[in-house]
């Protein structure tokens, strides 16, 4: 017996652009699967589920373009258009360096 899993999730952004037009982007995004135990003996029973994933090296970044589908690279693009906006007062610019600064800088520095 399968049992069916469906995921629902949905990102709206709106913003003011330069010239004053109001710009909303709605992400809706639907995935539907099946339950991880339903696949419990889908694979080589001697083989550990563990070892399917392969481990990220340390250096290893993570690329949109290669990780991800056009669904979720269009939220990232939004949110990164919400986050780091292309024109903002310098006041507010000032900040946000300040806090990448504060909350991304080596413990031992």
């Known amino acids: 017996m399968s049992e069916h899993i469906e995921r629902h999730s949905h990102i709206a952004v709106t913003r ?8 909303r982007t709605d992400v809706h ?3 539907t699967g099946i339950s991880p135990d339903a696949l419990a003996g889908a694979g080589d029973p001697g083989e550990p589920v563990a070892s399917a994933a392969s481990p990220a090296s340390g250096d290893a970044c993570f690329d949109p373009n290669t990780c991800c589908d056009e669904r979720e690279r ?21 900040r946000l360096r300040e806090t990448l600064d504060h909350c991304c800088c080596d413990q031992d520095e």
């Open 74 to 94: 269009a939220i990232i693009m939004s949110l990164r258009a919400y986050l780091r906006p292309d024109v903002a007062p310098e006041c507010l610019m000032r």
């Open 29 to 31: 995004v639907t995935e």
């Open 16 to 23: 003011r652009t330069a010239d004053g037009t109001i710009v």
